[in-house]
């Protein structure tokens, strides 16, 4: 490992360079005398290349973009990027709120390209703590993806924006690596794969599975290609958007959500799927035309596309004669059946993951009894008392911050939370309320009596089957995703 010249140590350093933690540099970048550096293994910022489908737009307005609803004359802005690209005028002229992914995607890179706190095509392989004089910093490895070279910084401050990974349900194990068996996060990478498939059949009611099933009908349109959309969901219900049902991606609602007792924040995460489970009502009507238009003056069932809700895959596997094997089970009647098909693609969301570097601090961290991060408001780790350093989270907490964990939206506002805490000053000044709906009761946030089993109650009653601890996609690509609503 090189040694060179010491270094003072980082007042904070990022590991990983995804929206969130792209936010903090960006927020991070201006402010005098504040060190930062933000790593990435990747050569280059990429922002779900595997979604970033031709007309898909994201689900939050421009504004969730990586500074402005907390500086909005920040140079990393939107704004400033589009007067960057000479796109000012044709941007207004659109009047759309909501901006085409790929057009998301690539003011990220640009962002990150120009932002000299970013360094790309850097792995940290190992953080590590290490105490002294009363003090302690951590020690962390860094490794050069293109030459292999080994270095070590040290920092005052870490921040965890890792992102999170592809699920992959335990009834489709057997699949794991088939060649037309992926998860929808490789699908425009994987899409050639499904050439010569008779029948391809879409797993997921999130907006990933609509998108993928939308594409699916466009590219497939009277070519007798059977395309079938398979959810454990009673229906496909759109996500919540109305205006008040949006407060809930608020820093009013992590508040509160924040004080509830595990047991009702767990429940709740479940029960409020159609927050950010659910594909946007825009994406199924373009479905519903679609299907209309290619039926006219022909019956509907001659049309080969299957929507088939309500019917959970309970095991997978390659058939015997070739093709695969979907053994289902249909929720409310019990009635099972097995469903042949020659290709699918996984909607299945995303979870949290803890990175391999974390483990030489994983003794040192006070984990909950389930394996999670225990996190406080300014989104830091406990730890043992042993460890003083600040160790936070970006898109980890969804178990302690609730459904706008992982919504661009409130991206900016975590980012600035963070940087207050780490500089102990208002480095941004942030609003004491955000929300008109007022989510405790008056004077209080305590959760009455009963409310745990109430909220459970809930949970069992509304959620859809297919509910599990995954994180929907950055990460269901929804709008608890970093793909944003």
């Not at 690209?85 to 995607?105: H, I, N, S, T, V």
């Not at 479940?270 to 006219?296: F, G, M, P, V």
């Not at 995303?350 to 999670?372: F, M, N, Q, T, V």
Request: aromatic share 8%; net charge neutral; glycine share 10%.
């Amino acid at each position: 490992m090189d040694t060179p010249a010491p270094q003072p140590p980082y007042d904070l350093l990022g590991v990983g360079i995804g929206p969130f933690n792209l936010s903090l540099a960006a927020l991070a970048a201006p402010v005098p005398g504040l060190r930062t550096l933000f790593c990435d293994q990747r050569p280059e910022f990429r922002w779900h290349p595997g979604m970033l489908v031709d007309g898909a737009r994201m689900q939050v307005p421009f504004l969730a973009d990586l500074v402005s609803l907390v500086d909005p004359t920040n140079p990393w802005s939107f704004l400033n990027y589009l007067r960057d690209q000479d796109r000012l005028f044709p941007f207004y002229f659109a009047e759309r709120f909501q901006l085409p992914r790929r057009e998301y995607d690539h003011y990220c890179r640009w962002a990150a390209e120009r932002l000299g706190n970013c360094r790309f095509g850097t792995e940290v392989t190992a953080l590590h703590w290490t105490a002294a004089g009363g003090g302690g910093l951590f020690r962390v490895e860094l490794t050069d993806t293109a030459t292999g070279r080994r270095t070590e910084v040290h920092a005052r401050n870490l921040a965890l924006g890792v992102g999170t990974r592809p699920v992959l349900p335990a009834a489709f194990t057997a699949l794991d690596g088939h060649p037309r068996a992926f998860h929808s996060a490789d699908y425009l990478d994987r899409r050639g794969d499904l050439a010569g498939a008779r029948d391809i059949t879409v797993v997921g009611s999130g907006q990933s599975g609509a998108e993928v099933f939308l594409d699916l009908l466009r590219r497939h349109d009277g070519d007798g290609v059977r395309l079938r959309w398979l959810t454990r969901t009673r229906a496909l219900a759109p996500m919540e958007y109305s205006k008040l049902g949006l407060e809930h991606f608020t820093p009013d609602y992590t508040r509160y959500f924040h004080s509830l007792p595990e047991p009702v924040r767990n429940a709740l995460v479940t029960a409020q799927w159609q927050l950010h489970k659910a594909a946007s009502a825009e994406t199924l009507a373009e479905i519903h035309d679609h299907l209309y238009e290619r039926t006219i003056g022909r019956p509907i069932d001659t049309a080969p596309v299957e929507i088939t809700p309500g019917t959970a895959v309970t095991e997978a596997r390659p058939g015997p004669c070739g093709g695969l094997e979907l053994h289902c089970r249909h929720g409310d009647s019990g009635a099972e059946h097995v469903l042949r098909t020659d290709a699918v693609v996984l909607a299945t969301g995303y979870r949290a993951a803890r990175p391999a570097a974390l483990e030489p601090l994983a003794r040192l961290i006070d984990w909950d009894r389930d394996g999670r991060y225990r996190v406080d408001l300014d989104h830091r780790v406990a730890t043992r008392p042993e460890l003083t350093g600040g160790l936070y989270v970006q898109n980890a907490e969804l178990h302690t911050h609730g459904v706008g964990t992982p919504d661009l939206g409130l991206g900016a506002h975590r980012a600035a939370v963070i940087l207050n805490a780490v500089t102990g000053r208002t480095v941004h000044r942030l609003p004491a309320r955000t929300a008109w709906t007022g989510f405790a009761p008056p004077g209080t946030a305590a959760v009455p009596a009963g409310a745990v089993a109430a909220v459970g109650a809930a949970a069992a009653e509304s959620t859809p089957a297919e509910s599990t601890p995954a994180v929907p996609r950055p990460q269901e690509l929804t709008r608890a995703a970093t793909v944003g609503r």
